[in-house]
């Protein structure tokens, strides 16, 4: 009796299953209109970035000038995110970077429960295909999602917290940090930029554990 011969699946066939399942996730994401945000939008904003990155970034969700793009974090606040990426020698082509919700709620007040309750099927897809190593929540909106605290961003950011075992920061969103504008010792911009280079740190430790320093998840 011939032994019967197990499939073995090969890393090309993995990546177009994976490519696969993105391409329908983004279709997903983009055709979503299960709830009011979908009435008021311009453009779904689902994110950009590297989708094999260690290194995810999730906001709470896109304001007026990612809804005129569909795009994240292309404002102000997005500009601001790049400058800091760059100062620690983070290129913003090689991360993922999200929010919560994917549609701007309006007048960019804080997204509902029910809102990030219908988005967060999204957000955890995202996360299971780009399975990152870290994830930095930028805010208090998607570190109290994820963390799920009452605690305040200004207690909880910089520390280190797990995720359902991925490591997680919390650090200030851009657009606070447009708001203080003091770059003195302790200051918002100062605890930033401490916590970007310990999460700059991090990554690298993990890079050169898993690919010999490439940024890419594989």
């Known amino acids: 009796m011939m032994e019967e011969k197990r499939y073995t699946p090969t890393l090309t066939s993995i990546e177009k299953a994976r490519e696969k399942a993105w391409g329908k996730l983004l279709e997903d994401i983009t055709t979503c209109e299960k709830c009011a ?4 939008r311009k453009h779904v904003v689902p994110g950009e970035g590297a989708i094999k990155s260690l290194l995810m970034f999730v906001g709470e969700g896109p304001g007026f000038d990612e809804d005129e793009q569909g795009r994240p974090f292309v404002g102000k606040a997005g500009q601001l ?5 760059k100062a620690a020698d983070i290129s913003r082509k090689d991360v993922y970077i999200t929010n919560v919700v994917k ?10 429960i029910e809102e990030m309750m219908v988005c967060n099927k999204y957000l955890e897809a995202q996360i299971a295909l780009i399975q990152p190593a870290i994830i930095v929540c930028l805010g208090n909106t998607p570190t ?3 963390l ?3 605690e305040g961003i200004t ?5 280190w917290f797990q995720w359902r075992g991925i490591d997680l920061m919390p650090l200030f969103h851009p657009s606070y940090l447009l708001r203080n504008d003091s770059r003195r010792k302790g200051s918002p911009k100062d605890l930033t ?3 970007i280079r310990v999460v700059k740190q991090h990554l690298d430790e993990l890079l050169e554990k898993r690919n010999g320093g490439h940024i890419e998840n594989v």
């Not at 945000?37 to 008021?40: A, F, P, Q, W």
């Not at 207690?155 to 520390?159: H, M, P």
Request: hydrophobic letters at 25%.
């Open 193 to 195: 930029w401490r916590d």
């Open 81 to 85: 995110l790049t400058k800091i990426l």
């Open 144 to 146: 109290k999602w994820f």
């Open 155 to 159: 207690s909880l950011r910089g520390q």
């Open 37 to 40: 945000l979908c009435k008021t």
């Open 148 to 150: 799920k605290t009452s």
């Open 103 to 112: 549609c701007r709620p309006p007048e960019n007040r804080v997204p509902t």
